[in-house]
């Protein structure tokens, strides 16, 4: 069978500017020359030609970003990709903040406390433990040893809260019955993009491992509905949901989404049962996003766990290509929609987080560039720490690290 495989001959595939790096190249059964193309993050097109299988290729590493190598072979049939990441701490946004950034953030936060004030919270049953338990062996999200340890009684509950623009913040709500007042942590998860019910199972998970803990879907839709209600919306009004009101900041759908976040969180703050200091938020992709715009504009938070994060340059064209722009855009629209965006680019709102966070990135990841990842990381103001993975792209960084590792930092 014909395989293709190539990756730095580093294991950490870390370089410094000057260096050379060194890319290996194997497979097997392919006896014909393979095609490869280098390139790099932010200048394209560094090198082209062909080679062979068990050979390597060298290129130096001139200057700060990711260098990602394509293969391609027999006529295109199979493929291979890697990177490698030449001093990335030294990478910053292609595009400055927009200079009244943090007076529009400020002014928004202000206007949705003082007029977005109606809220409550539903009680509902709670999961059952055979449907937690199944949920559980395919998400081991938090705790990893259900059948070792008792997990207390919770109460659950549904909860809206209204927002400045559009729908109301909806979610799940739960934590251990008979919790003290003040006594628990507070978890806040966040979805990656799509759209879908808010995710009661986890929210459970969350309370029986001891968190205050709440859940919400980024679009404020009503819980509990058929998942032909989402796929609909998803299909219809909130197709490209990205791209509503991309021509202005200000005024986008993106805007919306982070208000609705903090006015999740602002809820969950205000539960008797918050122990008043330990206040997390988590999630993945567009959940790592919000997670950090919520460590961003909410100091409360003290902890921020934010996997492959999305939106972090919003200047950044391979992340822009699929989330922000359309083919056909004219090149003023292109770059007022750049421009525009960053108001809602999240390295620039990090530079005001003061939360322990942990970041993951893929060198790979084509969704969620590392460069832009790395962008937000390197402006991030609290402490910080970055896992790196060089062979995975957006959705295969290691489970031991977005359940095991996320759960133990943020129980420490």
């Known amino acids: 069978m014909k395989s293709l495989f190539v990756r730095a001959s580093r294991p950490e595939a870390l370089y410094t500017p000057g260096e050379t790096i060194t890319f290996l190249v194997n497979g097997s059964e392919i006896g014909e020359p393979v095609d490869y193309a280098i390139y790099h993050h932010s200048t394209g097109l560094l090198a082209k030609g062909q080679t062979r299988i068990n050979t390597e290729i060298r290129i130096r590493a001139e200057k700060p970003g990711f260098l990602e190598i394509r293969l391609s072979g027999c006529g295109e049939t199979i493929s291979a ?8 701490e030294q990478i910053s946004t292609i595009l400055p903040p927009p200079p009244d950034l943090f007076e529009f953030w400020n ?9 977005a004030t109606t809220a409550e919270r539903h009680p509902i049953p709670a999961i059952g433990e055979d449907a937690y338990r199944k949920w559980h062996q395919q ?7 259900i059948e070792q340890e008792p997990f207390p009684e919770i109460e659950t509950f549904e ?11 909806r979610g799940y709500l739960a934590f251990p019955k008979h919790a003290k007042r003040g006594s628990l942590p507070a978890l806040l998860t966040l979805h990656g993009a799509g759209v879908a019910d808010s995710d009661f199972p986890k ?7 001891g968190f205050l803990a709440m859940d919400i879907n980024a679009h404020g839709l009503p819980c509990g509905q058929t998942p032909d209600f989402y796929q609909n919306l998803s299909n219809s009004t909130l197709k490209d949901y990205f791209k509503i009101g991309r021509e202005n900041g200000k005024t986008s759908y993106l805007e919306a989404i982070y208000l609705r976040a ?52 919003c200047a950044d064209s391979r992340f822009a290509a699929w989330s922000l722009l359309n083919r056909n855009d004219l090149p003023a629209l292109t770059q007022t929609v750049l421009e525009q965006m960053q108001y809602c680019s999240v390295a620039h709102l990090v530079s005001h987080a003061s939360a322990k966070a942990y970041f993951t990135v893929g060198f790979i990841d084509s969704t969620c560039p590392p ?22 792209g957006h959705s295969n960084i290691p489970t031991e690290i977005w ?6 930092f943020m129980k420490t």
């Open 139 to 145: 998400w081991p999200i938090f705790n990893r040893t």
């Open 159 to 169: 909860f809206s809260a209204e927002t400045l623009h559009g729908n109301p913040a």
């Open 403 to 408: 359940m095991d590792d996320f759960t133990r």
């Open 81 to 88: 990709v890697a990177a490698a990441a030449v001093a990335p």
């Open 371 to 392: 460069a832009s990842v790395y962008a937000a990381y390197n402006q991030y103001k609290g402490p910080k720490k970055i896992y790196n993975a060089p062979d995975s």
């Open 107 to 115: 002014s928004e936060i202000e206007n949705q406390k003082r007029l």
């Open 262 to 313: 903090l006015r999740a969180l602002d809820f969950l703050t205000k539960q008797p049962e918050w122990d008043g200091k330990n206040l997390i938020t988590w999630g993945c992709s567009q959940g790592g996003c919000l997670a950090l715009v919520c460590a961003s504009l909410d100091l409360r938070v003290s902890k921020c766990c934010a996997g492959v994060p999305a939106f972090c340059d």
């Open 203 to 209: 929210t459970c998970s969350a309370a029986k491992n």
